[in-house]
């Protein structure tokens, strides 16, 4: 059983959630009927925090398994989180706040002009990157729309996002993927009932 799953060839992460927290989400997804974890090492988790545009995978030093093992703490916490937001219940933020706490405001002026405010630059790259998302993940859960956090409208899918366009209706993780599939099915569905 075990080995169906280690030899299992896992699909790239998505970026596709308009939401670097709700991103993070979707490295877990189903797929072929189970749940997987598509980030599995330090390298996959420090490429995919410079896919989400956090900053390049080459300045993350890694190796130990530290820096995944962080990942999906904070991971966990904004799953929590997050659902506990979408079923109106109170959660403990306490984890989620761990992360945050190196996020110190510091005036930064390295050029002419005016300085730039930031807050992360606490740490080492990676901690940076980690205490960004948390930042990111907390200010989903204060002041997003919890209307526009939605899960794709597949059934056999897990993805989620925020719909950031115009109408407010979108319906899927990606139009390639669930939203062509269930085109494909409609039509389908048509042609039956004319054939009836
Ligand atoms: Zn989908």
Not at 120 to 128: C, E, I, K, W
Not at 188 to 195: L, M
Request: glycine content about 6%.
């Amino acid at each position: 059983m075990t080995d169906s799953v280690t030899t299992l060839e896992l699909p790239a992460p998505l970026v596709l959630a308009d939401h670097p927290a709700l991103d993070l989400l979707n490295t877990r997804m189903m797929f072929e009927g189970q749940r997987r974890d598509l980030l599995g090492t330090d390298a996959d988790a420090a490429f995919w925090l410079e896919q989400i545009g956090f900053g390049p995978a080459t300045e993350v030093e890694g190796g130990d398994g530290h820096l995944l093992a962080r990942l999906r703490t904070l991971r966990d916490s904004i799953e929590d989180l997050l659902a506990a937001r979408r079923e109106n219940r109170i959660a403990d933020p306490a984890a989620l706040n761990a992360f945050l706490l190196p996020a110190v405001p510091q005036l930064v002026w390295e050029e002419v002009g005016a300085p730039v405010l930031d807050r992360f630059r606490q740490g080492d790259a990676a901690s940076q990157r980690l205490t960004r998302l948390a930042y990111a993940a907390a200010e989903l859960l204060a002041e997003g729309d919890f209307n526009l956090v939605r899960k794709c409208e597949s059934p056999e899918c897990s993805l989620m996002f925020y719909d950031r366009t115009k109408s407010h209706k979108r319906r899927w993780c990606s139009m390639a993927l669930c939203g062509n599939r269930h085109k494909v099915a409609e039509f389908r569905k048509r042609r039956q009932g004319v054939a009836d």
